[in-house]
């Protein structure tokens, strides 16, 4: 885990935000444990998505949306990478971790067209569409938090969020239709 020492070496925060840039940072690391297998991948990416932000030449208006959608970003890209798991991970078996061994090639697949489908529909939606949906659904933020940082009404994010769904459901149709057969 990295500590204040190192994340003040980095640049990324004075003293007087200290307290609120970890928090945000356990934040987001939760965020990523709950999505990643392991302790370590979580560790890695959470590294990634800062030095993402350091190399970032343009001003960052909504940081915290910014920091989630770019950790949703990174995990995304780590499981299309698909690295094998290496046999150490065999001896942290944990129970919860019993309904991955029921999953088979074919859900997978399964899986990977609907996610697929998800993005290029979202990709599709108008900005302001897809930044609350990416936010509530992704990121876990409420909708009084999308307010707060956006300065929308709570009545017109919901409305946003709304024609999302109804676009996306109507995008998945297809592949609906296409396993119900």
């Known amino acids: 885990m990295t500590n204040i020492v190192e994340i003040e070496k980095l640049g990324l925060v004075k003293d007087e935000n200290t307290n609120a840039f970890l928090e945000l940072r356990e934040q987001l690391l939760g965020?990523?444990?709950?999505?990643?297998?392991?302790?370590?991948?979580?560790?890695?990416?959470?590294?990634?998505?800062?030095?993402?932000?350091?190399?970032?030449?343009?001003?960052?208006?909504?940081?915290?949306?910014?920091?989630?959608?770019?950790?949703?970003?990174?995990?995304?890209?780590?499981?299309?990478?698909?690295?094998?798991?290496?046999?150490?991970?065999?001896?942290?078996?944990?129970?919860?971790?019993?309904e991955d061994l029921n999953r088979t090639p074919e859900g997978d697949m399964m899986d990977e067209m609907v996610w697929n489908a998800i993005q290029e529909g979202l990709q599709e939606l108008p900005?302001?569409?897809r930044e609350v949906f990416e936010m509530h659904e992704f990121e876990g933020l409420s909708f009084q938090a999308i307010a707060d940082l956006t300065g929308d009404q709570v009545n017109t994010l919901i409305s946003r969020k709304h024609y999302a769904v109804k676009y996306l459901r109507k995008r998945l149709q297809s592949i609906y239709n296409d396993l119900k057969d």
């Open 127 to 129: 900005k302001s569409q």
């Open 31 to 98: 965020f990523i444990k709950s999505r990643v297998p392991s302790e370590e991948d979580a560790e890695d990416l959470i590294q990634d998505v800062f030095i993402t932000m350091q190399a970032t030449i343009e001003p960052i208006k909504q940081l915290r949306a910014w920091l989630f959608r770019v950790s949703r970003n990174k995990i995304i890209d780590r499981y299309r990478k698909k690295a094998p798991s290496s046999f150490s991970r065999v001896d942290n078996f944990d129970q919860d971790k019993v």
